[in-house]
């Protein structure tokens, strides 16, 4: 398929201006045109992007799932951070990570130069530094890195504590270190202390589980936190991040999700979240869904405006299993590259290989990486493709202007204002002596991102910079003088004349206490934000400067995980010059810079995988004249045709596990690839605890083999479930994994196709509005030669409650 590419800059300068006001953001949608963009990945290469390949500029390394398989058979529940140092740092759940260790470690870390080639570096506990306040038997899941105010900061999950005296009283703590990889040490208490269920019972204890941390806009910290039991909450922290204070805003409903993680962009807040069972070995299928929302607390909202915490709950796909070899593909986290595209890092599983040891257990879940793309507002992984399978193209993390100063200032940079240094953290580094840039002796043209880590010594000013061009001389080389450009620009300096060269610049002012994006010479301009009070800017933050199609962009955050703390655009005048050098700047003495990069800026995908569309109708049961003929009929339903209508009472049977109960009606399907539909209308109300009744399609081999798309009850939610049972180690498995949000009539549709191998693949999809949109969901398979057939069901109630009542406006068939 031809994929497009456009700028996603529309919209980008009045969410900069709300979002340093600390006010509600709104943002206009990516549009067609232009060339590359944030959020895709550079140089066109291939479906949805890539790298490019051989462009010295930008360099990625080529990458087979799992990432994670040099130094981990499993690891779970990734979480991802840029260290100061200008290494990438994973950090994963405790478990053994190799296939018969048998030894668990404590919150296991991993370091990386490209995002694809990690190597262990170490636990981060070890019982001489575990929490004090965790039980014994306790486990330690789920971590969330951050950096915030020079310290990093290790949030995660403890299964049981010695808070209360009741078992399993689950609470979130955090650690903090010098270095991504310690010596962490423990808060000595509870962040989000353990919360009763609604029982009263002494071992009733809501999931305080998956912690994920954010910065806000005016500077307040904020942790998202819980899971099916109890549902998932935002909290303000205090302003060490330690503690839970004010009252928790409930974010998405209980039954349904797990494992939140929020970031910004382009005016809205996003909360990716996990649904479905996250380990049932070859059946799992756990899958990643987002809501977006103004503000931090919400309301979020799907695609199509449903919101994340009512029973029929919203929930845009982002991630699913595919069809090949990976399954339950959740749990995430999100990194930016250098060209600024983003990346989903997730777990997952190989369903021929999907326990740790043996055949039951643990769920072997290693890391995988691939590419998060925005369409039309909305993240997907590999445009809707998901999880990849064989070589891929890299993460941009090196190229000819990339450098950590590690073997000092050095080709192609130039600037003789800057020395190295070294500090704890970050290693050697440059700092600025005196005024002056620090830049690219080539020059750089085209769409570009420059970002660096800074911190400032005293009332210094520093930052990035492109398109640099000396008076009378093709770019600079360091030697002009930054500091009148800053005096200028606060005011003050010689009116009558401006020694500044034409540049576009964004850089962090201690003392006025702002992001400053300026672009100088011909069609000169300035915007500011600023940055919230109490910043301490003598700590490293990331500051990174995009140039694309007339706008400049300016972020500052504490580590480049999607939470800004302060943006700025400014709408280039006409005859501004993007190209020239790029690299730092500084107005005097006591800047300090690493992690410097200027590479093109990715090229962003604006079109998702389109989806298939059903070919010739090759039947259509309308119920117009009774059921029709030609029905395999297994297990004598009880049904009735009344109306047009195909009217079914839920039946209190069921097909999982051994010995199946439920009725079916089944049919033939097509030789060949086929769509299926039908149009459900089936009373579960909302709220009402109705488990797990359900009325839906099903793809059907036998009673130990089958998929079923059903609006099914589950709890106090209503949700469109894709269930999938298998034969496994003489047994059998069940896992499901979820489409979209239900209503009072939702159209379920099953899309068959076969692979290179034979092997059958069938997908879900679910409607809400008769059709103008649907929703992709996940996909099961079934072995070569499968005889699948496809039809109806309605089964599920439990407990002698009141049965619903399934009513099928057809049935339609489609060879495709």
């Not at 404590?106 to 170490?122: I, N, Q």
């Not at 109890?230 to 205090?238: R, W």
């Not at 700092?431 to 991102?449: I, M, N, P, Q």
């Not at 195909?646 to 009606?665: F, I, K, N, R, S």
Request: net charge negative.
């Amino acid at each position: 398929m031809k994929q497009s590419t456009s700028l996603s800059r529309v919209g980008r300068s009045a969410a900069a201006v709300l979002l340093a006001a600390g006010l509600a953001l709104t943002a206009t949608p990516a549009t067609a045109g232009g060339g590359g963009g944030h959020g895709g990945g550079h140089g066109g290469g291939g479906h949805g992007g890539g790298h490019g390949g051989g462009n010295a500029d930008a360099r990625g390394t080529d990458y087979t799932n799992p990432v994670s398989a040099p130094f981990a058979d499993t690891f779970a529940d990734p979480a991802v951070i840029r260290g100061k140092d200008g290494y990438w740092y994973a950090y994963g759940t405790t478990d053994p990570l190799r296939e018969g260790e048998g030894v668990f470690h404590t919150l296991p870390m991993a370091r990386s130069t490209d995002l694809v080639s990690w190597e262990y570096v170490g636990d981060a506990f070890t019982e001489a530094n575990r929490p004090t306040w965790a039980a014994p038997d306790g486990g330690l899941w789920a971590p969330d890195i951050r950096y915030v105010d020079g310290e990093y900061r290790l949030y995660y999950v403890v299964t049981s504590t010695t808070v209360t005296e009741g078992p399993n009283d689950n609470a979130i703590g955090v650690a903090t270190a010098p270095t991504p990889v310690g010596p962490w040490t423990d808060s000595g208490d509870p962040v989000v202390d353990p919360r009763p269920g609604g029982s009263g019972n002494p071992d009733d204890f809501r999931w305080t589980f998956d912690p994920s941390h954010v910065v806000g806009p005016d500077g307040t910290e904020y942790l998202f936190y819980g899971s099916y039991y109890g549902g998932i909450f935002v909290t303000e922290l205090d302003e060490t991040g330690t503690e839970a204070v004010g009252e928790p805003t409930q974010v998405a409903i209980d039954n349904k999700y797990e494992g939140a993680y929020a970031l910004w962009r382009d005016g809205f807040w996003y909360l990716f979240v996990s649904s479905a069972n996250c380990c049932a070995g070859p059946a799992t299928g756990y899958s990643v869904h987002v809501g977006r929302s103004e503000s931090i607390t919400g309301p979020y909202v799907d695609r199509e405006g449903v919101e994340l915490t009512v029973s029929r709950a919203g929930g845009t796909p982002v991630l699913a299993p595919n069809g090949n070899e990976w399954i339950g593909t959740g749990h995430n986290a999100v990194v930016t590259d250098l060209a600024g595209q983003d990346w989903i890092v997730y777990h997952a599983i190989d369903r021929a290989d999907p326990y740790l040891d043996g055949t039951d257990g643990i769920n072997e879940r290693p890391m995988l990486i691939d590419r998060l793309d925005w369409v039309d507002g909305w993240p997907t992984a590999n445009a809707g493709a998901w999880a990849s399978s064989g070589a891929q193209d890299g993460p941009i993390t090196s190229g000819r202007a990339v450098t950590t100063f590690d073997r000092g200032i050095r080709a192609p940079w130039t600037g003789d204002a800057w020395r190295t240094a070294s500090d704890d953290q970050a290693g050697t580094h440059a700092v600025s002596r005196r005024a002056g840039t620090l830049v690219t002796k080539h020059t750089v043209t085209g769409d570009v991102r420059v970002e660096a880590d800074v911190r400032l010594d005293g009332d210094a000013a520093g930052g990035v910079v492109a398109a640099l061009r000396e008076r009378g001389h093709g770019h600079g080389h360091g030697r002009h003088d930054e500091s009148a450009s800053a005096e200028t620009a606060r005011g003050g300096g010689d009116r009558g004349r401006d020694p500044t060269p034409e540049r576009i610049a964004a850089y962090v002012d201690q003392t006025s206490g702002e992001l400053v994006l300026e672009s100088t010479g011909r069609g000169g301009a300035r915007a500011a934000a600023p940055v919230p009070a109490g910043t301490d800017l003598t700590t490293w933050h990331s500051l990174v400067l995009e140039v694309a199609d007339g706008v400049a962009y300016a972020e500052l955050s504490n580590a480049r995980l999607g939470d800004p703390v302060a943006v700025v655009s400014l709408d280039l005048r006409r005859h501004t010059r993007t190209s020239g050098a790029a690299g730092a700047l500084a107005t005097g003495a006591g800047v300090h810079v690493d992690n410097l990069s200027a590479v093109p800026l990715a090229n962003e995908v604006t079109e998702a995988v389109p989806q298939p569309v059903p070919g010739e109708l090759v039947e259509s049961l309308e119920f117009d004249d009774g059921l029709g003929e030609g029905w395999e009929v297994v297990r004598d339903p009880q049904v009735t045709v009344e109306d047009g209508q195909l009217v079914w009472q839920v039946e209190p049977t069921d097909l999982v596990g051994a010995g199946g109960t439920a009725g079916l009606l089944l049919r033939d399907a097509p030789d060949g690839d086929w769509t299926v539909e039908t149009r459900l209308t089936i009373d579960l109300g909302v709220e009402d605890i109705r488990n797990y009744q359900q009325g839906g399609l099903i793809a059907y081999v036998d009673d130990d083999l089958f998929a079923r798309l059903s609006h099914v009850a589950i709890w106090n939610t209503r949700q469109t479930e894709f269930g999938y049972e298998l034969p496994y180690a003489g047994g059998t498995r069940y896992g499901g994994t979820i489409v979209g949000p239900p209503s009072d009539t939702t159209l379920l549709r099953l899309v068959h196709r076969t692979d290179e191998a034979g092997e059958h693949e069938v997908q879900a999809f679910t409607s809400a509005d008769e059709g103008a949109t649907w929703v992709a969901g996940g996909v099961w398979t079934f072995p070569a030669g499968s005889d699948i057939k496809v039809g109806l069901l309605a089964h599920g109630l439990q407990g002698g409650g009141a049965p619903a009542t399934a009513q099928f406006d057809y049935l339609r068939i489609h060879a495709d």
